[in-house]
């Protein structure tokens, strides 16, 4: 289930506040750097895990992770409508404490992710919030989550 305190916005609107919101982390030292790669590494981990308990072991099931990362508290999701369960959406949405407090996870859902033109909208989740765009939460609504 979407958190109560949510953002909807044209896409526009949300590539604005996604980047004005992105927490960019600053490394004084190459310690600070590789703790923050562990982190990073652990969310994805995490991630990954919840995507198995929530759509199986069979990977073409799954929606993709992305694993490139930028030092920017972000994790990127790329995924359909019927990965956007409630029970899903809540799950990761629990992953962002304690060492993860600070991060977000970036969804863009398509109605099919190998085809690059059906692109749905895009939502980021915070552990109290999401950034919404209209056309997916409209979707999400309809769809119960």
């Avoid at 927490?23 to 190459?30: N, Y």
């Avoid at 895009?122 to 552990?127: E, F, G, K």
Wanted: charged share 30%.
């Amino acid at each position: 289930m979407l958190p109560k305190t949510q953002k909807v916005v044209s896409p526009k609107q949300f590539d604005k506040l996604f980047r004005e919101e992105a927490l960019i982390a600053l490394f004084s030292s190459e310690k600070e750097e590789e703790a923050y790669e562990r982190r990073d590494a652990l969310l994805i981990r995490l991630i990954r895990r919840e995507i198995k308990q929530h759509f199986g072991r069979n990977k073409a099931r799954h929606p993709f992770v992305v694993d490139d990362w930028w030092p920017d508290h972000t994790r990127f999701i790329e995924a359909t409508p019927a990965h956007c369960t409630a029970a899903f959406l809540t799950a990761l949405r629990r992953l962002l404490k304690d060492k993860h407090k600070d991060f977000r996870i970036q969804i863009c859902v398509y109605k099919d992710p190998m085809e690059g033109t059906t692109y749905i909208g895009s939502m980021a989740l915070y552990s109290n919030r999401v950034l919404i765009e209209k056309r997916l939460h409209k979707l999400l609504e309809s769809s119960g989550a």
